[in-house]
Structure formats: structure tokens, C-alpha cells
Nanobody, 115 residues
């Protein structure tokens, strides 16, 4: 059974930092493209960043230069380092694992940026 478990969310002031983690199990982690998505209230879920099995990365324009996605295959874990956080980054952040027809999601972790 595939499981993706996010952690690291919370409340942070504007300009602050958070590091999200997504620990996976039940899958061959290293061959999957791993992604972070977010969904703010009243908005559609959107891609934040993804990292391929060969460690190529892609970022949404809104987070370029502030967020960094990385993966640690030995720990079956993907990370999202978020710096210079803004109120508009407030959302539920979801971890995703994708490969061919396989597509798995975590339960999400809440990030709130507010003073």
C-alpha cells in the first residue's frame, strides 16, 4: 500500500521559512517524479514544484527563487524548503508521486503565513 505523509506545515510570519517533508512508503520512490502542489481556499490546486527521478526540477513562477524542492532517495522522502514566505503562500500543501499511469497523493499539510 502506497503512503505519502506530509509534515512540517504551520503558522509563520511573512518573510519566514518552513521546510515541508513528504515521507513515502510502499513504492519504488527513486523512479517517481515527486511534486508539491497547493490549494488555497476557493482556488484550484496548483503545482508548486516537481523533481524528476533524474533530479530535474521545475517551479511555479510565483515561487521561483524562494522555494527549493529536493529528494533523498535513501530516505524515500521529498522536501520543500520555503523561504521568504508571503501571505499568498497560505494554502494546504500536498505531496504527489507520479509515474506513467500511477498517481498518488498525500493528505496535505496546512501552511499559514500571517503576522
Amino acid at each position: 500500500q502506497v503512503q505519502l505523509v506530509e509534515s512540517g506545515g504551520g503558522l509563520v510570519q511573512p518573510g519566514g521559512s518552513l521546510r515541508l517533508s513528504c515521507a513515502t512508503s510502499g513504492m519504488s520512490f527513486s523512479i517517481y517524479t515527486m511534486g508539491w502542489y497547493r490549494q488555497a481556499p476557493g482556488k484550484q490546486r496548483e503545482l508548486v514544484a516537481h523533481i524528476t527521478s533524474s533530479r530535474n526540477t521545475n517551479y511555479a513562477d510565483s515561487v521561483k527563487g524562494r522555494f527549493t524542492i529536493s529528494r533523498e532517495n535513501a530516505k524515500n522522502t521529498v522536501y520543500l524548503q520555503m523561504n521568504s514566505l508571503k501571505p499568498e503562500d497560505t494554502a494546504v500543501y500536498y505531496c504527489n508521486a507520479a509515474r506513467r499511469t500511477f498517481d498518488y497523493w498525500g493528505q496535505g499539510t496546512q501552511v499559514a503565513v500571517s503576522s
